[in-house]
């Protein structure tokens, strides 16, 4: 008898294959055979092999945790198992999956259930009983089988105790007053005898002086097995009356416990549902891998896609804080055994004492460290984090701190300027003009270097050896003096403020254009290791979106000893505020520095609307259209004449591409340019930034619940829509077309909709005085008639938004509570404005997204009819098609999108996802016929960021497999241009010398990115640093840094000629952006890896790409904009609007930074891209420097971030990016001369 068994994860089956030996022993003649199913997605040879003994077996089990999608070569297994005479059983989570391969099986019902109660109560002696019913009913052998045992379900384990102990008897006999830990781990492990994981973890913890509590149990509520469910076992063995008897729990199972324990209903925030909110303590996932240990530490990857799902993913739903691997799976005597990895074991039992030491600490003793940021090399930029004022929330932190009992001592700062001022007064990252001893003073600690070589010297070697080369022996030059290292920062009692310390990118700007595994200084590590040994802290916040020590070289996830975040960060607990719309960034930091998140609200959100000379051009347009309507023609030409006025002051001729701005030549245009200023009216900006755990208040709540609201969440109406359609109005409609003239009202379309949105405004308003009462509702809708969809969407406001936003409160809340040591829960995470308010409230650890549902059926809609437009587009512009499309694909958009841009470039080149019938699981790709394309299939090239590659494998491994099959179409090379562009690229290949399966490899590649453990594109860092000649050194940088292949069989070797060769040949390069909340203006990460593209085409291809920037903020209706108007986009609706200016004057010195960082990114651009024009430059220093009322606040408030802002835009001078007159050259060097003296003379606070 011959068994063939393929299981996920480790793919084998102990017990099984112990039972067959012991057969054998006895004379039973059976075979069994156990492989991974990950192991044949990744080996084809091992497959065919695979499918071979397939063929000649008796009996056939696939046993896979999860679904089949995961197995990505089942169906084609399946084509096999279908012909079978062999029974073939299919274990599957998914009762229904298994109830669609019930007729693999091929034996009487009751022969089914049988084999299902073997497999499903596991165990030795079922094992051995499915051989023997396997051999008498297939082979015709004997014995007879026996019945199913049912071995223990669940149970305390503890080697060196007694097995049978109740929970009760157990905790009695633990020393009092110790703190405990409990254990959870597989029963399936405790019956295999796996417990090399849990045995390393017990005596890791005891050492470190936890007393330990290890439970075996499973998941799933099971009557048949006697499993009572997950959540039963931690209520029963982890508490009493209610309370945790644990100070923390480690978690040694994988997947998402409170979905697995409550199947149906899936529950993981703080609901009813999440029994390890009712337990209350910090929850630690440590990974069992399936790796052996030489795989793991020299895996960059640190764990397999499929691990990475089972043991990162979606342990983040239950909101488990995610450490490192503790156990491997070793060969040994033809079995894979379960070892223990002793070091990493270590590292989690000084994390679990650290949180429970956090937890026992009394308050008033407790040390907390807060790390706000300073980017780049100015002293204007404190407290910068996106959309956050980072020394007000800090501040705010502060205070409710000291409310709760902490020693912040006897003068906290009362605002966030207050708290500004004081950092400035001591040291900082930039110690602009002071002598070493002034420095030495105004540090709040320093480390010497006999302190600092011990704790060197505890480093991987490797670690020690990589910060010698590059930065030499310590202490270095970054903010040492003489043999000590400085630490910025101020101390409140027992709370530290302080700065985090210099990346090193910037004070070795041009070792890092080339050397894109730069490493970090020395007074880095010396400021963490002060932080924990000199202070004392016992918690680092960092606060805000982000920081760089998730950024630091090392494995993507499962961190070794030699990984960079781990040797700094230790084991010291991490709180993390950040914000809600940037999961992929955040899940950075859980994964690679075990951080917990606490997420917060996006700045408020409001609508642009219309201001100075762009106000008046609308009413005049209004009123051009209804007199050229009533044949005023006089009145017309007069309006005509204002408008041309107005056109030509503004310089709208850009953006319309009008070559001239004469009356006469206007008229055509002046549809095109209402709908175009009715756009930016429309448009979402930010209003201010936010403040962490503070609601919106007044006008600013309102504005923010209409953005919220604008657009259908899920059952939820629009509230635009649901008002337009109680008037008897289409307001998308109007909204697609604002110039067109509305018959009925006799007025365009466009003030239609200014209507529809005022009087949703007024009903918002009205509601908040009632307290958003819905009792109130049917009061307010008088004027309208047709009320009922109307009444849905206000009550959804009253019941579930505005509730949701009051708890913005809850950010402090949930702070406090993870620094006391106590469970944060978990929550979803995107953009709040894209039909997504059901994200809120904040305050919660987010999770992501399953990356085996990605692209999602919305998303492939979205990303289908993207593609579409930019073809159209391209084609109506260029009249051919483009045969080359570069992409820009960002981890954080393909989670909040649900992978918009995957759909993109699936459909560019013709394919869709098959998904499976199950769980919404991408299964496969499936290749569109040309028929249905209408078109030819378009050729690739994807840059993707460092994140993207951590966090997604198998979408890089599934657009692979996807360019292969397009590759391997036999079509003329007129309808494949990606099959023509192989063939070509393969014979160049093997004229150069290649083989030809290396040449087919080489050809293949489309995905590139920075090295293996590194992250970036280098181009923002040169800019930023000045250090660079013409936009060929920016090009060179983004090769250098980018010039590295992903795939199937790649993993980031280097290949920059390929590269080269890939971005010379673009006709577009295309970044997609999925809300208002973030924009072009609004980072570096846009013109470093976008504008990066751009440079190298034009160095490269000699060429200026057609670039575009898709907006899908509303995904019912995209929109495409090249990237140059894209710019003068936002400069209409954002940037010169005053109501974006008065929105950061609240904020006082970060609010003037988001202004010095807005003209770094357009700067950026226009360096990268050439896209700025002269009256952009021009508007800016017009706006912001020249301005009376601006200039005064800003050299008030930030004079550094004034000095800044004239300093760059005179860089755009001699740089020959901008032609300013004499003029106003001449009041741009006067004023960062004067600010400049100003500074210089200044001592205490202002230096």
Not at 197 to 203: M, T
Not at 433 to 439: A, D, I, N, S
Not at 601 to 626: C, N
Not at 1218 to 1230: F, H, K, M, N, V
Request: charged share 25%; aromatic share 8%.
């Amino acid at each position: 008898m011959n068994l063939i068994y393929i299981g996920s994860g480790s793919g084998d089956n102990p017990l099984l294959s112990r039972a067959a030996a012991d057969l054998c022993d006895e004379g039973v003649p059976v075979t069994v055979r156990c492989v991974c199913s990950e192991d044949l997605d990744g080996n084809e040879e091992l497959f065919i092999g695979t499918v071979e003994q397939v063929r000649d077996a008796s009996f056939v089990i696939i046993n896979l945790h999860g679904s089949v999608p995961y197995f990505k070569k089942f169906p084609r297994l399946r084509e096999e198992l279908e012909g079978l005479r062999a029974p073939v059983f299919v274990a599957s989570t998914l009762p229904d999956e298994m109830e669609e391969f019930r007729h693999l099986f091929r034996l009487a019902e009751e022969d089914y259930r049988l084999v299902h109660a073997y497999l499903h109560l596991g165990g030795y002696e079922n094992m051995r009983s499915l051989l023997l019913f396997v051999h008498g009913r297939i082979d015709g052998g004997s014995p007879a089988a026996p019945d199913p045992v049912r071995p223990p379900a669940h149970g305390i384990y503890h080697p060196g105790r007694p097995q049978d102990a109740s929970p009760e008897d157990y905790l009695a006999s633990l020393p009092p007053g110790a703190r405990k830990a409990g254990i959870l781990f597989w029963q399936g492990d405790y019956l295999e005898g796996a417990l090399g994981g849990v045995d390393v973890v017990i005596a890791s913890l005891e050492r470190e002086g936890l007393s330990t509590i290890p439970v075996f149990c499973s998941s799933v509520p099971d009557p048949v097995s006697g499993s009572p469910g997950v959540a039963e076992i931690v209520r029963k063995y982890f508490m009493k009356e209610g309370k945790a008897v644990v100070d923390l729990l480690v978690v040694l199972m994988g997947f998402s416990q409170i979905s697995l324990s409550s199947p149906g209903d899936g529950r993981s925030d703080g609901g009813p549902g999440n029994f390890f909110a009712e337990l209350g303590v910090p929850v630690l996932q440590a990974m069992v891998t399936g790796q052996s240990r030489d795989d793991w530490a020299g895996n960059i990857r640190g764990l397999s896609p499929l691990e990475l799902s089972s043991l990162v993913v979606w342990p983040e739903y239950d909101g488990q804080i995610i450490t490192v691997p503790v156990a491997s799976r070793e060969s040994e005597d033809g079995a894979r055994q379960v070892r223990g990895i002793a070091e990493r074991a270590d590292r989690l039992a000084k994390m679990a004492k650290a949180w429970a030491d956090l937890r026992a600490t009394p308050v008033d003793e407790r040390r907390v460290a807060v790390l706000l940021y300073q980017y780049g090399l100015s002293n204007d930029s404190i407290g910068g984090a996106f959309g956050l004022d980072g020394p007000e929330s800090a501040v705010r932190i502060l205070h409710a701190l000291r409310e709760a009992g902490y020693d912040c001592g006897d003068d906290l700062p009362a605002t966030g300027q207050d708290l500004v001022l004081l950092l400035l007064s001591g040291l900082t990252n930039t110690p602009e003009c002071l002598t070493g001893p002034e420095m030495v003073r105004r540090a709040a600690g320093t480390v010497g270097r006999d302190e600092y070589r011990e704790w060197f010297s505890g480093l991987d070697s490797t670690c020690r050896s990589s910060m010698l080369r590059d930065w030499g022996e310590p202490p270095g030059a970054v903010l040492t003096e003489g043999d000590r290292f400085l630490i910025p920062g101020r101390r409140f009692g027992n709370v530290f403020v302080g700065l985090q310390p210099p990346r090193g990118f910037l004070e070795e700007a041009e070792a890092v254009y080339h050397s894109t595994d730069l490493v970090m200084p020395h007074q880095y590590l010396a400021y963490y290791r002060w932080l924990k040994e000199g202070f004392g802290a016992q918690a680092v916040v960092h606060l805000g979106t982000h920081g760089t020590l998730e950024w630091l070289p090392g494995k993507n996830v499962a961190l070794s000893s030699s990984c960079y975040p781990d040797a700094v960060l230790e084991d010291l607990p991490h709180l993390y505020p950040y914000v809600i719309d940037n999961p992929g960034e955040g899940v950075l930091a859980k994964r690679r520095s075990h951080a917990v998140i606490v997420d917060h609200l996006i700045p408020a959100m409001t609508r642009a609307g219309g201001y100075g000379d762009l106000e008046d051009l609308v009413l005049l347009l209004q009123d051009y259209f209804r007199a050229s309507r009533s044949g005023e023609e006089a009145k017309a030409d007069g309006l005509l004449e204002e408008i041309a006025c107005i056109v030509e002051r503004t310089d709208l001729a850009s953006d319309l591409h009008l070559r001239s701005t004469a009356p006469s030549d206007l008229p055509p245009h002046l549809e095109a340019l209402y709908d175009y200023l009715c756009t930016a009216r429309d448009s979402l900006i930010k209003d201010g930034l936010h403040i962490f755990g503070e609601v919106p208040e007044g006008e600013r709540f309102c504005e923010l619940l209409y953005a919220l609201t604008r657009i259908r969440n899920g059952r939820i109406p629009s509230l635009r829509e649901a008002v337009g359609r109680a008037m008897g109005e289409d307001a998308p409609r109007l909204a697609a077309d604002p110039s067109g003239w509305h018959s009925g009202r006799g007025m365009p379309n466009g003030v239609v909709l200014e209507e529809i949105d005022r009087r949703s405004a007024d009903l918002i308003q009205k509601m908040t005085k009632t307290g958003c009462d819905p009792a109130s509702i049917p009061g307010l809708l008088g004027e309208f008639d047709d009320r009922e969809e109307l009444e849905t969407a206000l009550e959804a406001i009253c019941t579930e938004i505005v509730p949701a936003v009051r708890r913005t409160v809850d950010e402090i809340g949930s702070l406090a509570a993870g620094l006391d040591g106590r469970y944060v829960s978990p929550g979803p995470s995107g953009a709040p404005t894209r039909g997504n308010a059901h994200l809120l409230p904040t305050g919660r650890n987010f999770y992501s997204v399953d990356p085996a549902t990605i692209p999602t059926p919305p998303a492939f809609a979205v990303g289908k009819r993207m593609a579409e437009e930019m073809i159209r587009r391209y084609v109506a512009e260029e009249g051919v098609y483009p045969k080359n499309v570069g992409i820009v694909v960002f981890a954080t958009d393909t989670m909040k999108t649900g992978g918009d841009d995957l759909a993109y470039l699936l459909w560019l080149m013709g394919l869709r996802p098959v998904w499976s019938a199950y769980g919404g699981r991408v299964a496969g790709l499936e290749v569109v016929p040309l028929s249905e394309l209408q078109r030819p299939r378009i050729d690739v090239t994807l840059r993707i960021t460092g994140l993207f590659r951590d966090v997604f494998p198998g979408l890089i491994d599934l657009i692979d497999e996807g360019v292969e099959m397009v590759a391997s179409l036999d079509e003329q090379d007129e309808d494949n241009y990606l099959a023509a562009h192989l063939r070509r690229s393969l014979l160049d290949a093997i004229r150069e010398g290649l083989d030809a399966d290396e040449a087919r490899s080489r050809a293949l590649v489309r995905i590139f990115g920075c090295p293996p453990g590194t992250y970036g594109a280098g181009v923002a860092d040169r800019v930023t640093s000045a250090d660079w000649g013409e936009r060929r050194d920016l090009a060179d940088t983004y090769l250098d840094w980018g010039g590295h292949a992903y795939g199937r069989k790649h993993h980031g070797e280097e290949m920059r000629d390929l590269f080269k060769r890939r971005l010379s040949e673009l006709d577009v390069t295309v970044k997609n952006h999925d809300s208002r909340e973030l924009d072009i203006l609004d980072n570096d990460d846009d013109f470093m890896y976008l504008g990066g593209m751009i440079a190298a085409v034009k160095e490269y291809g000699g060429k200026d790409p057609v670039s575009f920037v898709g907006d899908s903020s509303n995904p019912e209706a995209p929109v495409l904009r090249t990237v140059a108007e894209e710019s003068r986009f936002l400069f209409r609706s954002r940037i010169l609007n005053p109501k974006w200016l008065e929105g950061l004057k609240p904020h006082r010195y970060r609010g003037a930074q988001e202004l010095s960082a807005l003209v770094d990114f357009a700067f950026g651009w226009d360096a990268t891209s050439g896209i700025l024009e002269d009256w952009q430059y021009r508007s800016l220093a017009e706006t912001f420097l020249f301005d009376e009322s601006c200039r005064a606040w800003l050299a008030e408030d930030n004079p550094h971030a004034l000095m800044h802002m004239a300093g760059r835009l005179l860089e755009a001078v001699d740089r020959g990016m901008w032609e300013p007159d004499a003029e106003t050259l001449g009041r741009l060097r006067s004023l960062y001369l004067s600010v400049e003296s100003t500074l210089e003379s200044m001592t205490g606070p202002g230096r």
